[in-house]
């Protein structure tokens, strides 16, 4: 079966899929416009929109990845693709755990709160299906 780029969620990628490095090309999503264009490092992962899931009762959300512009210092959260490494997305999030209270405390000024380790069983979940326990455990 042959998959387009909008049905894993790549049609509008803003990040490397196998490091997560984006740029800093927009203004807003897609325009473009930005005059900055340094590097922006994956420093953590976010819910957005959470939700009920009504077959699970688990309360959910679509993982986004937050950037931080080494630049101008610029923060953007972005969507995950379908086919972003997620072994990566991984160790953003652990490494995310060791953020510093002051970069914590302007993310949240700004309403983004970063996963914690208390959301890693839904991340695990999210990235590597309902069964990740049984894989992880026979890989052991």
Known sequence: MIFSDSLIGTKH???????LWSLHVDNRP???MCDCRSRMKPIGL??????INRYTGRTTGEIKLVHLCLGCSAIKVNRIAGDDNCHTILEVFNSSLEISTE???RL????IFLLTKEDKDELL???????Y???VETNS
């Open 13 to 19: 990628r803003n990040h490397c899929p196998y490091c």
């Open 133 to 135: 326990r049984s894989k």
């Open 108 to 111: 949240e000024r700004q309403d």
């Open 46 to 51: 976010t819910f957005g929109q959470l939700q």
């Open 125 to 131: 979940i999210a990235l590597f299906g309902y069964n």
């Open 30 to 32: 897609g325009d473009r």
């Open 103 to 105: 970069l914590k405390n």
